[in-house]
């Protein structure tokens, strides 16, 4: 195995805790000092100026500005061969600012979501074709599902997953799909893609998805979308459960629950439901 991809030790990953210095990358480090070399009193800058500051040769320095001039964290003037920050870190700034703002609102739905079911609630969205938990809600009752904010998990044995694929266009569905590697959690895993066109079409028509022991053995969840003030599909809502604990008229009453929930988040961010609203067409139309 090469030594850039060997799993770290937990010896190793102690020594690094104790001495993180020496295990950063030079080049992402020199990055992100660049960026650090921008400030409201100097915006724009030269690359004799920049290497000054940062104590680098100006060999080294030109490689790293091109990069991030070519993936928009940098902006350079073609005349004044200045360089200034770009609108990607705008961008990343503000959906940071967004995905804050929706845990925020989410989390007293969430929280009465999780009391009134008595079953773990979950707010999670796509993000690089994985499902990202942003927020959980831990019921009182023991539950084998093992979730944590920050995990990921793939979208097409999810609930959650589902309803997310759902709320991409159908262009941006079939690219997503043609990405994804449809990996076998269980023997109920849905592994064909003609299954899994059909399985997001019925999701984005009824408005919810299921997981049925299909990311985990024993293990039921149902999630629905959650719709900015443009109706477009930002996030989604969970609850998840054991087997033992799901029969058909409790799954549909927490299906219900949970619609309400997504409901109650979508009105906090702005969305006004129009006359024929169905949970998850709203993007699909655009």
Request: hydrophobic content about 40%.
């Amino acid at each position: 195995m090469d030594k850039s991809t060997r799993i770290p030790t937990p010896l190793r990953v102690a020594q690094a805790q104790r001495h993180p210095q020496a295990h950063l990358i030079q080049s992402v480090a020199k990055a992100l000092r660049i960026l650090d070399a921008f400030t409201a009193q100097d915006p724009d800058l030269n690359l004799q100026q920049i290497a000054g500051r940062l104590g680098l040769n100006q060999n080294t320095l030109f490689p790293i500005l091109q990069t991030l001039t070519a993936f928009g964290y940098l902006t350079k003037d073609p005349v004044t061969r200045r360089y200034r920050l770009g609108l990607k870190l705008l961008e990343r700034g503000a959906h940071l600012r967004e995905l804050t703002e929706l845990i925020r609102v989410a989390d007293p739905h969430l929280t009465a979501l999780t009391k009134a079911s008595q079953e773990n609630s979950h707010l999670a969205v796509l993000d690089r074709d994985e499902v990202v938990y942003l927020a959980r809600k831990e019921a009182a009752q023991a539950l084998m599902i093992q979730s944590r904010v920050g995990k990921r998990v793939p979208p097409h044995c999810t609930a959650l997953g589902k309803v997310l694929l759902a709320g991409l266009t159908q262009e941006e569905f079939e690219a997503t799909l043609q990405r994804l590697h449809l990996i076998a959690s269980t023997l109920h895993t849905i592994t064909e893609r003609n299954t899994l066109r059909r399985e997001i079409a019925k999701a984005r028509e009824q408005g919810y998805a299921l997981d049925q022991q299909e990311y985990q053995e024993g293990g039921v969840c149902v999630a629905a979308p959650v719709l900015d003030s443009q109706g477009r599909v930002v996030a989604a809502v969970s609850l998840s459960m054991p087997l033992v604990r799901c029969n058909r008229q409790r799954l549909a009453e927490l299906r219900v629950r949970v619609q309400e929930t997504c409901h109650a988040i979508s009105s906090d961010l702005g969305y006004v439901a129009g006359p024929s609203t169905a949970s998850g067409r709203q993007r699909q139309r655009r």
